[in-house]
């Protein structure tokens, strides 16, 4: 091929080539940053719900009352934080999150459960033919809570045409173990997102 007409050529290719790369391009932003981009449960959603119910049960006056009657230092477990929306959404993070915010203020213990629960359990078992009598750990020690909290993400969804709304309803709740009497009920439906998908183009 004439060099003349070659040179032009590769001119026009070789930017297009360039943009077809297959390294995404990546931006640092602040972790506070509110960032939608499928219009589907995301980080800012959960720091919203998680501020909002932690500050509720830990001003609660009920709680309160209730805390001060057990005496001492009350004790909870978390218990399943189920997912009821039409989407998929990790409620451990939730339950992680208020976890860690109500033992951090220094008003609560909390005991093992799930997995965790499991494991010490096995190797506490573990001990009683593979440890020394005087490190093997007592079975049947366990301390036993007097709270369970709970919670549950629910979702309402209305569409028309290309539009449509998801509304958020999280809720979190703590009971008492040996009456089951509700102590505390929270609640939190602040997000309501429009979502407005393109057009079809033929």
Known sequence: MNKKILFPVFCIVLPILGGCSSTPKVSRVDSSTVVDLSGYWNDSDIRIVCDSLVKDCLDSPRMSIALAQIGGSPVFLVGPFRNESDEHID????????????????????????????????????????????????????????????????????????????????????????????????????????????????
Request: hydrophobic content about 40%; overall charge positive.
């Open 91 to 202: 409620t451990s993070i939730i339950a992680d999150i208020m976890e860690r915010a109500i033992f951090n203020s220094g008003r609560a213990d909390f005991v093992a459960g799930g997995a965790t629960r499991e494991a010490l359990r096995a190797e506490r078992l573990d001990q009683q033919g593979n440890a020394s009598e005087a490190t093997a750990k007592a079975l049947a020690n366990e301390t036993g809570a007097d709270f369970l909290l709970t919670g549950s993400v629910k979702t309402v969804v209305d569409r028309a045409g290309n539009t449509s709304t998801r509304t958020y309803f999280v809720g979190a709740e703590i009971t008492d173990l040996e009456t089951n009497r509700r102590l505390w009920l929270g609640s939190n439906n602040e997000i309501k997102k429009v979502i407005k998908q393109p057009r079809a183009k033929f």
